[in-house]
């Protein structure tokens, strides 16, 4: 389970983020396996070298099993889907399903940061925000902003310290007057 007291911003590190990710009770749980038959996390950039080497082919050969993925204004890669009958979805093509994951110990970032728990939501926004918005952009952040308007829980942009966290509410916004 996570932490007592655990959150993310967009501030969080990556240490941090991935502290969260993986601080859960997961050993019986088959989701992850779905979201890997329904669709494929984004790397990080530069991440697509260790994916090479890990595979003992070339960056070239590993650039035929990837596929561009544009959000904010930025184009990241993410492993290509294996879409039957022109869905919109499909496993991603390192997925097997004796092997489960083949790339497992590389596999993108936001796989490794990726939660199907309440803090789920919150860690796929980290991701977006860390990788994908460019706040300088005001196009990127326009669209980021809107994004979040949406959003079931929004991402802060700082983390609260635990010892400040009765004078702000659950965004990490101070509380006025309370």
Known sequence: MMRQGA???ADSTLTEVLAYANDRDHKDCEACNHSCQ???G???????????????ISEHELEQKLEPITRFG???????LLCQQSRPYGACVFWDT????TINPVKPLECRTATCDP??????QWFARNHFVKKQDPASWAQWQSAMRCADQQLPETRVPDSQKDDHDDTGEQNAGR
């Open 119 to 124: 803090i789920g939501e919150l860690t796929s």
């Open 98 to 101: 004796e092997k489960k994951c």
């Open 42 to 56: 984004v790397f990080a950039p530069g991440q697509e070298k260790e994916v090479a080497t890990f595979l003992h």
């Open 7 to 9: 959150m993310i911003a």
């Open 74 to 80: 930025t184009t990241l890669k993410r492993p290509r």
């Open 38 to 40: 329904m669709g494929a």
